[in-house]
Antibody
Framework: EVQLVESGGGLVQPGGSLRLSCAASGFTFSNYWMSWVRQAPGKGLEWVANIKKDGSEKYYVDSMKGRFTISRDNAKNSLYLQMNSLRAEDTAVYYC???????????????WGQGTLVTVSS | EIVLTQSPATLSLSPGERATLSCRASQSVSSYLAWYQRRSGQAPRLLVYDAFNRATGIPARFSGSGSGTDFTLTISSLEPEDFAVYYCQQRSSWPWTFGQGTKVEIK
């Protein structure tokens, strides 16, 4: 069974940092692109970042570029999101998700974790 | 950035009725569009990809159609577990984006 379990969320002050983790199991992690998606309270879903199977390519939404870093450790079946210079508007539930139905132009999110809540507040 | 506009915002229907959800893109996304279901307290679930392909394990009552800028998700006969929020999502151009969602609620 495919499982994605996020951790690392919590309360952080504006300007602070947080590192989210996503533990994957039930599939060959190194064979899949992975993504982070977030949902702010009362808002819709927002893409955050993508990372290639071997970690050699990364894509970020502009509003997070330079502040967030996506990474992975295929030996540990883990995905990460390092978030720096956090702002109140980064408050959201952060989901990791697996890329499925992949072709040369992209993929869709076939499996999602349950999410971890990040609250940025003083 | 491609903006996806979903309508209606809320759809009030009874079990057994047909649901028709719309997603309109601000520019063509070809067929690179997916639909997700989000039940309360659960993670989103992929229903349809590339506009009309059902994802693995998705019941046949869910069907997608459309291309270019106009897309539709149809639920032929609503089951109790189908009352949820539905999102469309495009992967035609970066950044990939979601619509704001349509809530299907029990009438």
């Amino acid at each position: 069974e495919v499982q994605l379990v996020e951790s690392g969320g919590g309360l952080v002050q504006p300007g602070g940092s947080l590192r989210l983790s996503c533990a994957a199991s039930g599939f060959t992690f190194s064979n899949y692109w992975m993504s982070w998606v977030r949902q702010a309270p009362g808002k819709g879903l927002e893409w955050v970042a993508n990372i290639k199977k071997d970690g050699s390519e990364k894509y970020y939404v502009d509003s997070m570029k330079g502040r967030f870093t996506i990474s992975r450790d295929n030996a540990k079946n883990s995905l990460y999101l390092q978030m720096n210079s956090l702002r109140a508007e980064d408050t959201a539930v952060y989901y990791c998700a697996r890329g499925d139905y992949y072709d040369s132009s992209g993929y869709y999110l076939g499996y999602w974790g349950q999410g971890t809540l990040v609250t940025v507040s003083s | 950035e491609i903006v996806l506009t979903q309508s209606p915002a809320t759809l009030s229907l009874s079990p057994g009725e047909r649901a028709t959800l719309s997603c309109r893109a601000s520019q063509s996304v070809s067929s690179y569009l997916a639909w997700y279901q989000r039940r309360s307290g659960q993670a989103p679930r992929l229903l349809v990809y590339d506009a009309f392909n059902r994802a693995t394990g998705i019941p046949a009552r869910f069907s997608g159609s459309g291309s270019g800028t106009d897309f539709t998700l149809t639920i032929s006969s609503l089951e109790p577990e189908d009352f949820a929020v539905y999102y469309c999502q495009q992967r035609s151009s970066w950044p990939w984006t979601f619509g704001q969602g349509t809530k299907v609620e029990i009438k």
